[in-house]
């Protein structure tokens, strides 16, 4: 039998303000950055986010 290992891939899920959020988790982990953002509409503060993505100590979401 293959020993097959399978990592657990974490995501987090918000309705609302999920680039507030994330702007608050990587502003108390050092090194942490947003690495991306998918809008649907919307600019500035009033863009509303399909997927974001961002690292957190080497894990990213």
């Known amino acids: 039998m293959a020993n097959n290992k399978s990592q657990i891939v974490p995501h987090l899920w918000f309705d ?11 502003s108390i982990f050092p090194g942490s950055e947003i690495t991306g953002k998918t809008a649907i509409s919307g600019q500035g503060k009033r863009m509303n986010i399909l997927q974001l993505g961002f690292h957190v100590r080497g894990s990213y979401f």
């Open 16 to 26: 609302k303000e999920a680039i507030e959020a994330a702007n608050f988790y990587v």
